[in-house]
């Protein structure tokens, strides 16, 4: 039985970091399972780890995908030390102006393929393993004009922190969910259409993949949290969308971004 870990949107951003950091872990592991949409991208990490990989060129916002995943599971039966779903995009333009086909596959791969790759893994995590989901800040409120991508986020959320309750009940593995802020990565460059002016004028606060991932492997240590937060003001924001009322915060939005 081979002690496996799998990155999903492994290569780039969010993703591709938490694949390096794995190199930290190559004692426990006989591979890496690495899958994206790019299947040079994804070959090209062998040269960056030395714990073998497998690549599977897969879209996850297909049902054919995540079943292709759960089949591969089946036959080989591998131990799952850790799953960590970092795929996923998002958008900023108001419903209307989106087109509808995009909405609906950003639904499929940021909240069905989470639910099926998760659901395959499941029987074969290994006790105590560790499966990492990445959600968002934008989870903990409503965000006018980014409105599909913080509602599947949420979902993200509620999702991971239930699973991490009955994972544990079932062998003692986890689920954290990693929720970051503006975070330096290939994201923007789906999100913002060239031909579009960027909804979002003002930035908070602007982190980088590296401190996003080392922020979750330490949280990762702390077996009573399921979520991870990286920065103080990401922390201090989602503090204030818990306390104020959900109308108010869309006001202040709205108003930051000039979009009164």
Known sequence: MKNIAIVTGASSGI?????????NKKAELDEIWVVARSED???????????????????????????R??????????????????SGFGRFSAIADDDNAVLQNMVDLNCRSIVGVT?????????????????????FQPIPYIATYAASKAFVLSYGRA????????????????CPFWTKTAFFDRAISPDEKTVVKKYVAMYTPD?????AWKDA?????DISICGVKAKGQTLLVKLLPHKLVMKVWMSQQKLN
Do not use: H, W
């Not at 401190?211 to 922020?215: P, T």
């Open 119 to 139: 659901r395959a893994a499941y029987p074969y995590m290994a006790k105590g393993g560790l499966v990492m989901l990445v959600a968002s800040v934008a989870a």
């Open 163 to 178: 699973l991490n309750k009955e994972l544990q009940k079932t062998n003692g593995a986890r689920c954290l969910c990693v």
């Open 69 to 86: 995943l759960e089949e591969t599971f089946e036959t080989e039966k591998p131990s799952i030390r850790y799953l960590i779903c970092a």
């Open 15 to 23: 993703g591709k970091e938490f694949f390096l950091s794995l190199n």
């Open 221 to 225: 240590k702390k077996k009573r949290r």
């Open 41 to 67: 991208k994804l070959q090209a990490l062998q040269a960056q780890t030395e714990i073998p990989i497998r690549v599977f060129p897969l879209d996850l916002s297909t049902m054919e995908a995540t079943q």
């Open 211 to 215: 401190q996003i991932v080392k922020r």
